[in-house]
C-alpha cells in the first residue's frame, strides 16, 4: 500500500501514479468535496471485485461511477431531458444521478434494475485523473460497510482490518476533509426525478411520479425498496397501498417480492386477506407480509392477523387497499416502530397502462 501526501507541487506526479494504478487494476483511495472515495476502472471487473471484497456486506447494493463531463456520461448511460436539466444546473458538484445504464461497466456496478448512478465531483485532481485514465472510475465512499464515512485516512485505517488494508493500493492523503454531507442522489428514470437520499443539493419535493408500464411500476417498489434497505435491518417496513381497482398496488407488490428475489408469483390476496413469503437476499432472511383489506368485515378481523408480533425488523408488510383501515394500521405501526411509507396509485384516463404514483412518510 502506497501513501502519497497531496500537495500543491506534487499534483502531476499523484495524478500519474493514480492512473498507472488504475490501469494496473489496483485500487485507490481519493479525496472528493464530500469524504474519502474509493476507485478503480470501473469497467475492468477484477478491480470491481476487489472493491467489493473491500466494502464487505453490500447485500446487492450498487456503486456509482465517476465521470468528467455529460458527454462522458453518456457513453454509459441514457439521458433523458430530467438528467440533462440536472446535469447542466448542478454538476459539477455532490450529485449522484441515476439513469438507465447502457451495461458499459463490470458486473456488481449497475443495480438489479439496470441502472447506474453518475458523479461529476467537483475536485479538479479527481477530473484530471479520469480525463488521464480515459475511463470512469468508481465513485463510492472509501468506508467499509456499516462504518463511519470517512474524513481523514486516519479514519479509514482505524476501522479496517488488516486484510482489507491489503486490497488498497494507493491512497492520495489529502489531510482531514471538511464534514461536509454526502451527494444527494436522484433517480431520473421516470419522467420525475426522484430523491432517494438527500444530501447538499435539491430539496425534498417531487414526490408524483408517473410510470408509463407495469414494470415501471415493479421498478419504482424495488428502487423504495433499496432506498429503505438500511432501515429494514432495524426496522419493519410498511408499505401502504392506496388506489382504486386496477390502479397497480398488486404490480407494485410484485416489485417488492423481485426485489426480495421470491421465487413464488406474488398475487392479490383478496380471497385469503394475507399471503406470507419467506425471503433471502444476500444473507438476509426475513418475511414479506401481502395484505388486502378489501374483504375485512370490521376492525378485529385485522387484529385476528396478530401482526404486532410478528412486525419484526427485516419484516415487510404491503397491505392493498390501505386507506379502508388507515388509523389502527398507523397505530401498529406506531406499535411496532415500523417505517411508513405511503404509495398512492391512480390510473390516467386514455393512457391505460401509466399510473400517477404519490409516495408519502405519514
Not at 108 to 126: A, C, F, H, M, N
Request: aromatic share 6%.
Amino acid at each position: 500500500m502506497q501513501v502519497l501526501k497531496l500537495t500543491k507541487t506534487n499534483q502531476a506526479q499523484i495524478i500519474n501514479q493514480a492512473v498507472k494504478t488504475l490501469k494496473a487494476g489496483g485500487l485507490i483511495i481519493y479525496p472528493t468535496e464530500t469524504c474519502y472515495g474509493l476507485g478503480v476502472d470501473a469497467t475492468n471487473p477484477q478491480a470491481v471485485n476487489q472493491l467489493l471484497t473491500y466494502k464487505s456486506r453490500r447485500e446487492g447494493k450498487p456503486l456509482s461511477i465517476a465521470v468528467t463531463n455529460q458527454t462522458m456520461a453518456s457513453n454509459y448511460v441514457k439521458l433523458n431531458t430530467s438528467a440533462k436539466n440536472l446535469y447542466q444546473k448542478f454538476l459539477p458538484g455532490p450529485l449522484t444521478i441515476i439513469s438507465k445504464s447502457k451495461a458499459k461497466v463490470a458486473p456488481g456496478i449497475k443495480s438489479e434494475t439496470q441502472t447506474l448512478g453518475i458523479r461529476i465531483p467537483d475536485y479538479p485532481l479527481v477530473l484530471k485523473i479520469i480525463d488521464q485514465l480515459n475511463k470512469p472510475i468508481t465513485a463510492t465512499s472509501a468506508n467499509v460497510s456499516y462504518k463511519p464515512r470517512p474524513y481523514s485516512i486516519k479514519n479509514i485505517l482505524s476501522n479496517t482490518s488488516k486484510k482489507q488494508q491489503a486490497l488498497i493500493n494507493l491512497i492520495i492523503d489529502a489531510g482531514i476533509l471538511p464534514k461536509r454531507p454526502p451527494s444527494t442522489i436522484v433517480d431520473t428514470t421516470l419522467d420525475d426525478p426522484l430523491i432517494l437520499r438527500q444530501g447538499q443539493l435539491l430539496p425534498t419535493t417531487g414526490k408524483t411520479l408517473t410510470t408509463k408500464s407495469p414494470q415501471q411500476t415493479s421498478d419504482l417498489a424495488q428502487t423504495l425498496m433499496l432506498k429503505h434497505w438500511n432501515d429494514l435491518q432495524a426496522q419493519p417496513l410498511m408499505f401502504l397501498l392506496i388506489g382504486e381497482l386496477g390502479s397497480g398496488k398488486t404490480q407494485f407488490a410484485k416489485g417488492i417480492g423481485q426485489f426480495l428475489n421470491i421465487s413464488q408469483t406474488i398475487v392479490s390476496p383478496t380471497y385469503t386477506i394475507e399471503r406470507e413469503y419467506d425471503y433471502q437476499r444476500h444473507k438476509i432472511k426475513g418475511k414479506f407480509l401481502h395484505l388486502d383489506t378489501w374483504r375485512l368485515q370490521n376492525i378485529e378481523e385485522l387484529d385476528q392477523l396478530k401482526l404486532k408480533s410478528r412486525l419484526q425488523p427485516k419484516t415487510i408488510i404491503a397491505i392493498e387497499w390501505a386507506s379502508r383501515t388507515l388509523k389502527p394500521l398507523l397505530k401498529l405501526a406506531k406499535q411496532t416502530k415500523a417505517k411508513v411509507i405511503s404509495i398512492k396509485l391512480k390510473s390516467i384516463p386514455n393512457q391505460p397502462k401509466h399510473r400517477q404514483i404519490t409516495i408519502s412518510t405519514p
